[in-house]
């Protein structure tokens, strides 16, 4: 095997949660090149996802979409029953779905406090749980959780948000010592700010420059810049990575 096979992911499945659009779908585009077969799930972009099906299709791999609320511990299980039954096996989950929103602590409702710990945290454990006993029973595996910068240095007006990307970290760390020695790797991805759907809507060139005064870099990253470390982090490449989190992130956390 040549180095540059150790990153090749040919005759394995991976998953994507939120995998319909942004970073998800170009996680999903970067797997399928790599030679991975993809299932992604969405909530609400069903257009985009099955367009990204045909997308991966054309590249010649086996692909799968289907409609989760990733909070939801009974569609979570159905979705992984799914895909073992269709595609046979799962040899990475990527656990990308989450929201973002922005809005001080005095101001939140617990309402979306919840829906924002639901999305982003709960769905992490629950997806986890939901695809370990397959990964565990053919004693291989990466378990991939799309983390952010904000869950090391917090933000202003993103406390939740930034409370369950942390939190994500610090189950990636845990999990990875349960499950490490069994040949089931988790690790984490925390990028910084993204020119993505899920932030267009609060990127005024106020909320850019502000971001920007953080990193080195004086730009927003790309969705495919990140996609190469979930490809990495899928790979043999990375076979003696456990626990750890990559940060993609122009400079805005050393």
Known sequence: MTESDLFRLDGRVAVVTGGGRGLGKAIALALARAGADVWISYRESEAPAHQLIREIERLGRR?????????????????????????????????????????????????????????????????????????????????????????????????????????ILAFTRSLAREVGAHGVRVNAIAPGPLRSPMTDPFATPEWVAAKL???????????????????FLASDASRLYLGQTLSPNAGGVM
């Open 213 to 231: 005064t953080s990193q080195v870099l004086p730009r927003l990253g790309e969705v495919e810049e990140v996609a190469t470390t979930a490809v």
């Open 63 to 167: 692909a799968g979409a289907a409609r989760v609320d990733v909070s939801d511990e009974a569609q979570v299980n159905q979705f992984a029953a799914t895909v073992l039954h269709e595609a046979g096996q799962i040899d990475t989950w990527v656990n990308n779905a989450g929201i973002l929103s922005e809005v001080p602590v005095l101001e939140m409702s617990t309402a979306v406090w919840d829906e924002t710990i639901a999305t982003n945290l709960r769905s992490v454990f629950l997806c986890s749980r939901a695809v370990l006993p397959s990964m565990l029973g053919q004693g291989s595996g990466s378990i991939i959780n799309v983390s952010s910068q904000l869950g090391i240095k917090g933000a202003a007006n993103c406390a939740h948000y930034a409370a369950t990307k942390g939190a």
